[in-house]
């Protein structure tokens, strides 16, 4: 990444302290080598995720420096696995996501999963487009065995539909319950009283006063 995806980057999540350090250090982001690739995280580094956690979530004015001195820092996951973008996931803060994937942080499979099943739709369509590998088993069944509401769930597989990733292939499974009262009220009611064949039309019974008056003016006209 050149200095100018870093600037461009800082400057969409508005964050003026970084920018005016990432300026400072720019000559160094240029020479530096490409950012790792989504997946590499090195989980015996448990004290260096740490170090940069309390970074991202407390002081984020230090994360460049930080990163400037530890470049590997932001591949530090800890003893399972997870690394800082992992969590960051988990409390849907999308600022440090974006802000952590633009240093080249990985994006781990399971930080969508999780993202899914608590509902997290803005992290969800973010991890999408920051190209994470999606576990399409895995993000089916966080989805439908959440607790989300019906218009969350139908939102969330849109996303996925959006990027070529079908969850549901079935609408029904979208909204169960709104499909099912439908289907029941095309069903006939079994206490219900049917009109037969032979019951006369009310509205052309003799008995009726309209229809009384109306068969005197026939009867005149003739």
């Not at 006369?200 to 003739?222: E, V």
Request: hydrophobic share 40%.
């Amino acid at each position: 990444m050149n200095t100018q995806c870093v600037i461009s980057l800082i400057k969409r999540i508005e964050l003026d302290h970084l920018l005016d350090l990432a300026l400072n250090s720019a000559p160094d982001l240029h020479d530096e080598p490409p950012l790792p690739p989504c997946g590499c995280i090195r989980p015996e580094h448990e004290y260096a995720f740490g170090r940069l956690f309390d970074a991202v979530r407390f002081r984020p004015h230090r994360l460049n420096q930080l990163l400037a001195a530890e470049r590997n820092l932001v591949t530090a996951g800890n003893g399972l696995g997870e690394n800082v973008l992992h969590w960051m996931a988990v409390e849907n803060r999308v600022q440090e996501i974006e802000l952590l994937r633009g240093l080249g942080s990985p994006i781990p499979a399971p930080a969508l999963v999780e993202a899914v099943e608590m509902g997290h739709a803005e992290t969800v369509i973010l991890l999408l487009e920051l190209g994470v590998e999606v576990d399409r088993h895995a993000c089916r069944i966080a989805l439908m065995e959440n607790d989300l509401a019906p218009s969350k769930r139908s939102l969330i597989n849109r996303y996925f539909r959006r990027f070529g990733h079908h969850l549901l292939d079935q609408p029904d499974a979208v909204r169960p319950q709104r499909m099912h009262q439908r289907q029941k009220r095309r069903e006939p009611h079994p206490y219900r009283r049917q009109p037969l064949a032979t019951q006369p039309n009310r509205r052309l019974s003799p008995r009726r006063p309209a229809n009384q008056l109306l068969q005197q003016l026939r009867a005149m006209g003739n």
